[in-house]
């Protein structure tokens, strides 16, 4: 199958879960190296199909593509509910961005404040998650788009990736926090 045809069918799998659950939504491919995404700004679905591929070939057991793609297609759209949500943090996101670029990782990691806005920053993301989850739950048990059991999968999946880097950063921070204090002489 060539690249324009699967680009094609992606788009088709994920237009039709939008217009299955009844949401106006604009989907837009793009070569962002994130499988899928919600933008709250725009309010659009992203998708980089070469991405959403490799993907779902990272599971250990990896689920039809249409699956994969209609499970995260309503995960985006658990996100798309919870709009107000994610515009309500963007003055905190934007601060803790400017952060971000003001410094590089290393002085992050040697400095308690800057680390702990990064973890915060994580925290973040695992509570939109989680209810962009939890949303996109509710509209697979209403429309029945894919099996408990295989949205279940990818749901833990996906969390997991968001919790291990916030893990990594979590025990960092513990680390920063137990180094000795230099004395001033």
């Given at each position: 199958?060539?690249k324009?045809?699967?680009?094609?069918?992606?788009?088709?799998?994920?237009?039709?879960?939008?217009?299955?659950?009844?949401?106006?939504?604009?989907?837009?491919?793009?070569?962002?190296?994130?499988?899928m995404?919600?933008?709250?700004i725009?309010?659009?679905?992203?998708f980089?199909?070469?991405?959403?591929?490799?993907?779902?070939?990272e599971?250990?057991?990896?689920?039809?593509?249409?699956?994969?793609?209609?499970?995260?297609?309503?995960?985006?759209?658990?996100?798309?509910?919870?709009r107000?949500?994610l515009?309500?943090?963007?003055?905190?996101?934007?601060?803790?961005?400017?952060?971000?670029?003001?410094?590089?990782?290393?002085e992050?990691y040697?400095?308690e404040h800057?680390?702990s806005?990064?973890?915060e920053?994580?925290?973040?993301?695992?509570?939109?998650?989680?209810?962009?989850?939890?949303?996109?739950?509710?509209?697979?048990?209403?429309?029945?788009?894919?099996?408990?059991?295989e949205?279940d999968?990818?749901?833990?999946?996906?969390?997991a990736?968001?919790?291990?880097?916030?893990?990594?950063?979590?025990?960092a921070?513990?680390?920063?926090?137990n180094?000795?204090?230099?004395?001033?002489?």
């Amino acid at each position: 199958m060539t690249k324009q045809l699967k680009e094609k069918e992606l788009y088709e799998i994920i237009n039709s879960v939008v217009q299955a659950v009844g949401m106006t939504m604009t989907i837009k491919q793009d070569h962002s190296g994130v499988n899928m995404s919600y933008n709250f700004i725009g309010d659009y679905v992203g998708f980089d199909a070469e991405r959403l591929i490799e993907a779902k070939n990272e599971l250990q057991y990896p689920p039809s593509l249409e699956v994969y793609v209609k499970t995260m297609t309503l995960h985006e759209l658990g996100h798309a509910v919870d709009r107000e949500a994610l515009q309500s943090s963007l003055p905190r996101t934007i601060e803790i961005f400017t952060m971000k670029k003001q410094h590089s990782l290393q002085e992050i990691y040697l400095h308690e404040h800057l680390l702990s806005m990064l973890l915060e920053e994580h925290d973040m993301n695992i509570q939109f998650e989680q209810t962009a989850w939890e949303n996109a739950w509710a509209l697979n048990c209403k429309h029945h788009f894919v099996c408990d059991k295989e949205f279940d999968y990818i749901r833990q999946h996906s969390l997991a990736t968001y919790k291990k880097i916030y893990e990594q950063d979590l025990q960092a921070y513990h680390h920063l926090l137990n180094q000795p204090v230099p004395q001033l002489a």
